[in-house]
């Protein structure tokens, strides 16, 4: 069982680039979540999606975009990257059902790294 | 909205000690509670979770938290901490009507020999 992949590991971008990290669940869970891990503020949300079809904003979601492109594949775009946005992103995914009692499983993470 | 706070960024225990971790939590409904584990440059692990029912919840390696609504906390407990106990730990919450899931700032733990 994969579980949550998330791709690339790393990456190192210049400022004002674009890219998408990408996620992917096989566990047919209806919820799907990208956060950002800074140091010393733990992980903030920026975007989720409670099931295929619906996305909502989250804590931090501004310089962001997301695609719920279908049950299993949850995307982050970022259009135009600033160095603030250097950070380890993490996608986790709950479910089945209603999740709210479930617990979130989480991908190994992205490095990102804006120059 | 839910959201938690963890008191101290950083526990330093002995090996064989008690390891304590705190998090309160603030809900204006009855919330769900985790506990997560981080081990260095890996995602983050599920320690236990409490739903409803028992308020003194039992997880993996040995820890365990206690859910009191009273005082509105979550803490965390091992009876006697071990190396491989060192790592990052979460609280997090979720609401009953709500899909967020919100986390703490998290607690470091090291585990001096």
């Known amino acids: 069982n994969a579980g949550v992949t998330q791709t690339p590991k790393f990456q190192v971008l210049k400022t004002g680039q674009s890219m998408t990290l990408q996620c992917a669940q096989d566990m047919n869970h209806n919820s799907m979540y990208w956060y950002r891990q800074d140091p010393g503020m733990g992980l903030r949300l920026i975007y989720y999606?409670?099931?295929?079809?619906?996305?909502d904003k989250g804590e931090v979601p501004n310089g962001y975009n997301v695609s719920r492109l279908n049950k299993r594949e949850f995307s982050l775009r970022l259009e135009s990257a600033a160095p603030s946005q250097t950070s380890v992103y993490f996608c986790?995914?709950?479910?089945?059902?209603?999740?709210?009692?479930?617990?979130?499983?989480f991908g190994q993470g992205t490095r990102l790294t804006v120059v | 909205a839910q959201s938690v706070t963890q008191l101290g960024s950083h526990v330093s225990v002995s090996e064989g000690a008690l390891v304590l971790l705190r998090c309160n939590y603030s809900s204006s409904v009855p919330p769900y509670l985790f506990w997560y584990v981080q081990y260095p440059n890996q995602g983050l692990q599920l320690l236990l979770k409490?739903?409803?029912?028992?308020?003194l919840v039992k997880g993996i390696n040995g820890f365990e938290a206690e859910f009191k609504k009273s005082e509105t906390s979550f803490h965390l407990t091992k009876p006697s901490a071990h190396m491989s106990d060192a790592a990052e730990y979460f609280c997090?919450?979720?609401?009953?009507?709500?899909?967020?899931?919100?986390f703490g700032a998290g607690t470091t733990v090291t585990v001096r020999a």
């Open positions: 999606s409670a099931s295929e079809g619906t996305t």
């Open positions: 997090a919450v979720s609401g009953f009507d709500d899909y967020k899931l919100s």
């Open positions: 986790a995914s709950r479910g089945p059902g209603a999740p709210m009692n479930t617990e979130a499983f």
């Open positions: 409490y739903t409803t029912g028992a308020t």
